[in-house]
């Protein structure tokens, strides 16, 4: 079985730049989860996806982050314009539903830096 | 408030020997979960062990095993005999019932280093 697949591994851009990660989570996984990731830190829910509906963003900044998941299956990641602060790794991951006892399975993640 | 506490943020263990790593958590919710995972050096995130706040026995996967006391709310990880290709990060985290989502609350993590 495929695992979580996320595009680009690494990415470097400048800061007010704009920049977009992939994700492709497992077949038949319904909930797709975005997380960012600050070196030292425990991962932070930025969005939550059932399907394609949004279940919970309210760690996103929504004035310069924005995703979406369309027709239930890939998802995309968008930050515009970036900021310093904005370097991260952006975990993607992926569950069969949502369900207390359900793991979450997670791609190797894009290592955004910010210069 | 933080919902999960991870109070070591280094631990170092021998090779062979059994340690134990903390996680304390914070839920009014009766009904939840709670994960361990392991993040090595190359990044990805592996899911471990699981617990249901019902679950009337401690978790075992292998090597893992959960100490679950749920009074505390603690749920501390016990890796044995630990091995060199423990060295890692780990993660608790949890899932609760009535949370809109039941999404993943991840701790701040614990990075265990094994000595040969």
Redesign the interface.
Known sequence: EAGVAQSPRYKIIEKRQSVAFWCNPISGHATL?W?QQILG?????LI?F?NNGV??DSQLPKDRFSAERLKGVDSTLKIQPAKLEDSA?Y?C?SSLR????T???????T?LTVV | AQK?TQTQPGMFVQEKEAVTLDCTYDTSDP???L?W?KQPS??????LI?Q??YDQQNATEGRYSLNFQKARKSANLVISASQLGDSAMY?CAM?E?LH??????????TRLSVLP
Request: hydrophobic share 35%.
């Open positions: 989860y997380y830190q425990g991962p932070k829910l939550q059932q279940v919970d790794v975990l991951a949502q369900a207390l006892n793991e979450a399975f997670f791609g190797q993640g290592r | 999960i009904s939840y979960g994960f995972y190359s990044g990805e995130m592996i899911f699981y249901g706040s993660f899932r019932a809109y989502g039941q999404n993943f609350v991840f701790g701040p993590g």
